[in-house]
């Protein structure tokens, strides 16, 4: 497929050259800068330009294309721009290069039409047999020309680009049957996709992960025909001062293991590699955009299978750094394998640990299917929280309480990965383990740890409900745009 649109900047006003559609942002019909023509042709059609609202219009006297409209309303700001072009990108189907337009008086509106676009025209159809000029009719915009002032140019779209192709290809993995993903499909795809950039990619199979003592990585993927993986990609340039790490949860297919899901919970658990694929989209994007900033991601990639050889309920691992780990629950398998991702990452000394997994059904309990939970220490949450703000996605913070400490206790083994019979506070119970495999500063065991924040997504990461904004039904890529601003920022408050 070619599921990511390509963007142009024109200086055109209201381009009609060239482009087969015109999308229009609009405030209000009655904002002063809608010409009478354009007004005329909406009032007839009872467009008021409210936030949300979507038409397609017929409007001679303004333009000659086939035109649709979307309402920003009158207070809104960048967030309000992107998702509402980005939401027009999603309905207009059928027209292969679309120019995009805004009546507004708002900073820097092209860059946010310019991520709404490429967000909203995101389609997966790799997998359809529908025959092409079929497809073409239900298929949204692939070339899209953004109206910018004289002042800017195709060059400004970088960080744009950066972030649309980030998503877009967390989307494509996500949606990948995990027939056709296997772990070692997935890693070897990663190291692939970072191939033409200055990134260095190193492989742990089956037999390394041994040799390293990765038993929480081994433990979840033993029952699987699949073996496991750990990938690890570094973006080291020259000169860099800050160095962020980064974790992401790779389970490319979770049954649950022998405390197996029940058939409903168990659809759609192909996204449980959302993390992993997370992490190899952030360290890529910094890459192509050249950050001055070192960053590793780390991919703790398993097939969560049940099988004679699975870990059974009451099997103890030990963890890379020698912890052990009484698992009561083969489903929680997620905190398993980034324990061993969070040690890794730790011993490299970053200056920041970010993971970020689709881990705890909790999540959506907590927080419904849009806000992504954090949790975490230092200062790296409210740097997360600065990031999310910026590229408008919804995160919220949740606290890991010391009370709840004890029932990370076993009684065999140093912890237990769930506290079987317990529901309470699910998602942060799942933090509190994590927090016990990151490093501390200076790999000084009288340090504090290392400034971390974790990312859960199981909520987030896809989207079941109708689609709103830009938000398509299926894998959101939740954070993964919010993690590029976040790295851009070296993982400080700013
Ligand atoms: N992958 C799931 C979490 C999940 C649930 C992600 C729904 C996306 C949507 C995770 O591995 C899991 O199964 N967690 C258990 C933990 C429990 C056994 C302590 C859960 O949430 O039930
Ligand atoms: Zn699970
Ligand atoms: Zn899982």
Redesign the pocket.
């Known amino acids: 497929g070619m599921p990511l649109p390509d963007i142009a900047i024109t200086h055109v006003p209201f381009p009609t050259e060239a482009a087969d559609a015109l999308i229009l942002a609009i405030p209000a019909t009655d904002d002063p800068a809608v010409s009478d023509e354009l007004r005329s042709a909406l009032d007839a059609i009872g467009f008021t330009g409210k936030k949300g609202s979507f038409a397609r219009a017929y409007a001679p006297g303004f333009t000659s294309l086939p035109l649709a409209v979307v309402g920003l309303g009158p207070d809104h700001d960048l967030n309000t721009i992107r998702e509402q072009v980005g939401a027009a990108a999603r309905q207009l189907t059928g027209f292969e290069t679309v120019a995009i337009d805004a009546v507004t008086t708002v900073d820097g509106a092209w860059r946010a039409i310019a991520e709404g676009a490429i967000l909203g025209a995101y389609q997966f159809d790799a997998l359809k047999s529908t025959p092409e000029d079929e497809l073409a009719r239900s298929r949204r915009a692939r070339h899209v020309l953004v109206h910018a002032p004289e002042s800017v140019t195709d060059d400004d779209l970088g960080t744009a680009r950066a972030h649309g192709a980030a998503v877009a290809l967390v989307k494509d993995l996500v949606s990948t049957p995990a027939d056709r993903q296997s772990p070692e499909q997935l890693a070897d795809g990663a190291v692939e996709l970072v191939s033409d950039l200055p990134i260095q990619a190193t492989v742990w199979d089956e037999q390394a992960l041994a040799d390293g003592g990765f038993g929480g990585i081994l433990g979840v993927g033993i029952g699987s025909d699949r073996p496991p993986r750990l990938v690890r990609l570094d973006y080291a340039p020259e000169g860099a001062e800050r160095h962020v790490a980064l974790v992401g949860?790779g389970?490319t297919f979770?049954t649950?293991g022998l405390?197996l899901?029940p058939a409903a919970?168990m659809v759609?658990?192909q996204?449980?590699m959302t993390g992993a694929a997370e992490v190899l989209a952030v360290v890529r994007a910094a890459a192509q955009l050249a950050l001055p900033v070192r960053v590793t991601a780390w991919m703790c990639i398993a097939d969560?299978m049940p099988s004679g050889r699975a870990t059974r309920p009451g099997d103890v691992l030990t963890m890379v750094d020698g912890t052990t780990v009484e698992v009561t629950?083969t489903?929680?398998?997620?905190r398993l394998v980034l324990a061993d991702g969070l040690v890794a990452a730790s011993r490299e000394n970053p200056d920041v640990v970010v993971d970020v997994?689709?881990?705890?059904?909790?999540?959506?309990v907590a927080l419904g299917t849009r806000h992504t939970g954090i949790m975490g220490h230092g200062d790296a949450p409210d740097a997360f929280l600065r990031s999310s703000d910026r590229t408008g996605e919804a995160a919220w913070a949740l606290p890991l309480m010391d009370y709840m400490s004890d029932q990370l206790d076993s009684r065999v083994a140093d912890m237990q990965?769930?506290?079987?019979g317990n529901r309470a506070a699910?998602s942060i119970?799942?933090g509190l383990f994590l927090q016990r495999f990151v490093g501390r500063i200076g790999n000084d065991p009288e340090a504090d740890r290392i400034p971390w924040v974790h990312l859960d997504i199981?909520?987030s990461?896809?989207s079941t409900t109708s689609p709103y904004g830009f938000t398509d039904k299926g894998p959101t890529g939740a954070s993964t745009r919010a993690l590029i601003d976040f790295v851009a920022a070296g993982g400080e408050v700013v």
């Open positions: 949860k389970i979770d649950g405390s899901k919970s759609g658990m996204e449980d969560n629950n489903d929680a398998e997620g997994a689709t881990l705890t059904g909790a999540m959506v990965n769930a506290n079987v699910g119970y799942a199981a909520g990461g896809m």
